[in-house]
Nanobody, 122 residues
Framework: QVQLVESGGGLVQAGGSLRLSCAAS????????MGWYHQAPGNQRELVAT???????NYADSVKGRFTISRDNAKNTVYLQMNSLRPEDTAVYYC????????????????WGQGTQVTVSS
């Protein structure tokens, strides 16, 4: 089994910053892509940012220039630095990781964290 645990969410005023962390643990051989998604009430869960094991990144247009995704492969951890936060960023943020658990089995599976609430006040 693999577990993802997010931390770092909270309440912040518009223009402020937060840094989210997500640590993967359990039966891990290697982790492929990792990412952050968010979901606001009444909306579909949306991709925020992704990062490959090599460090290649992609961002939703709405967060480009404000958010930065990074990872520490030695710690099996992915981060999301969120700057210049806006009220429309308010959502539950979920960590995702594509994990290979076996040295013999090539298959990988997507795992999700439980989510962390980010609230940006105006």
């Amino acid at each position: 089994q693999v577990q993802l645990v997010e931390s770092g969410g909270g309440l912040v005023q518009a223009g402020g910053s937060l840094r989210l962390s997500c640590a993967a643990s359990g039966n891990i051989f290697s982790i492929n892509d990792m990412g952050w998604y968010h979901q606001a009430p009444g909306n579909q869960r949306e991709l925020v940012a992704t990062i490959t094991r090599r460090g290649n990144t992609n961002y939703a247009d709405s967060v480009k220039g404000r958010f930065t995704i990074s990872r520490d492969n030695a710690k099996n951890t992915v981060y999301l630095q969120m700057n210049s936060l806006r009220p429309e960023d308010t959502a539950v943020y979920y960590c995702n990781a594509d994990v290979r658990s076996s040295i013999r089995d090539w298959r990988s599976y997507a795992y999700w964290g439980q989510g962390t609430q980010v609230t940006v006040s105006s």
